[in-house]
């Protein structure tokens, strides 16, 4: 009897350490700068878009930069939309690229920019950073303040990665 009391609390202890180290849920995980502490995390999954829509600090307008999830959970670039040419701001499409003007901005579609992680300052003279996702056509699009999850000036690693319910307790869920 003493042996089966033990042996199901080890039973009882392995499961409860499996679900909550064993990776579940994939997230686009925002890292506090270049450190494994996660400030925040959006549930995500692949083939799933997102936007980071920013206040360019000088003519103040927004510029949008659109990602696709891969399968290999990776951050691709498809899109990349503004208003106004100046600092910073793409000139002409690359190659295979389409440069466009439409709705009075310009869009450089069909980009095919990989990144395993990306870095993103949220503003701090112009503190106007969002993020969206999901899809507009189904009126299911969501969008945050950065501000409303972290400090103006503060700057993370942002990757696509499969989180563990310990990873989750970590940081904030990014929610509407």
Request: hydrophobic share 40%; net charge negative; charged share 25%.
């Amino acid at each position: 009897m003493k042996y089966k009391r033990l042996l199901l609390s080890f039973v009882m202890l392995l499961i409860l350490i499996i679900a909550l180290f064993i990776p579940f849920r994939t997230a686009l995980v925002f890292y506090k700068e270049n450190t494994p502490n996660i400030e925040a995390f959006l549930p995500i999954k692949k083939g799933d878009t997102f936007q980071i829509i920013f206040k360019h600090s000088i003519h103040l307008t927004d510029v949008v930069e659109k990602y696709k999830v891969t399968k290999d959970l990776e951050i691709k670039q498809y899109e990349f939309v503004y208003e106004e040419f100046g600092i910073g701001m793409p000139s002409n499409a690359e190659e295979g690229e389409t440069f466009v003007y439409e709705d009075g901005k310009y869009h450089i579609k069909n980009m095919d920019n990989v990144f395993p992680e990306i870095k993103v300052r949220n503003g701090k003279t112009v503190s106007e950073n969002r993020l969206v996702w999901g899809t507009k056509d189904n009126e299911d699009q969501h969008m945050v303040w950065f501000n409303d999850y972290f400090e103006p000036g503060a700057w993370f690693t942002i990757k696509v990665k499969s989180i563990s319910l310990w990873e989750m307790m970590g940081g904030v869920e990014i929610h509407e």
